[in-house]
């Protein structure tokens, strides 16, 4: 081989390297970056964890016939609470799915306690009621920078060059933490100004 082509082929080597341990780095970072954005998710969601006693002991005093509601309540936030490893994204998927099912029952109970004006106007389910839609807006904040960073890693891991080293690595990609369905539809104003 003449000179030129081995500059050629060093080079193109070279090259080829950089780009391999660029894309490395990129995997790692954005994974990194999800995994970090999704604690920050965690320490927000553990905020209505610790309020859903107060909220459950508050609401038992005034809706006694609702007491299955309250209990499911309970049985979300130990499953929501429940430990679970968050660089699988299976694991990942069912904490996000048992987080979206406690919130909708939160929904469903602030729902059927504009059924009992005592509860409505108690001072403690006031309280409790501003102090959680203050963490519902930091959830929504937090889920904001997390799905963002899903999204990132995800484009990584499935564009080229990322597509053919991420399964090298065992990169998969991370669910997006939606929220539930019923928050999607159209709200009917009439019922509440009606």
Do not use: C, W
Not at 33 to 42: H, R, T
């Amino acid at each position: 081989m003449d000179m030129p082509t081995l500059v050629a082929l060093g080079v193109f080597v070279i090259l080829g390297a950089y780009i391999l341990y660029r894309t490395h780095s990129r995997i790692v970072v954005t994974a990194n970056e999800a995994e970090q954005a999704l604690a920050s998710v965690d320490v927000q969601l553990r905020k209505r964890h610790d309020l859903v006693p107060q909220v459950v002991a508050t609401a038992r005093k005034f809706m006694s016939h609702e007491a299955s509601l309250l209990e499911r309540l309970t049985e979300l936030r130990a499953r929501a609470s429940a430990p679970y490893d968050k660089t699988k994204a299976g694991e990942v998927a069912a904490h996000l799915e048992a987080e979206r099912a406690l919130q909708a029952e939160f929904r469903q109970l602030f729902s059927l306690a504009e059924g009992y004006p005592e509860l409505k106007s108690d001072e403690s389910m006031a309280r409790v009621q501003d102090t959680l839609e203050e963490v519902e807006g930091n959830i929504a904040a937090a889920r904001r920078y997390y799905n963002a960073s899903v999204m990132q890693h995800r484009n990584v891991i499935q564009t080229f060059p990322g597509n053919i080293l991420a399964p090298q690595m065992g990169a998969v990609p991370l669910p997006y933490f939606e929220t539930d369905d019923s928050t999607r539809g159209v709200v009917d104003v009439a019922r509440h100004f009606g």
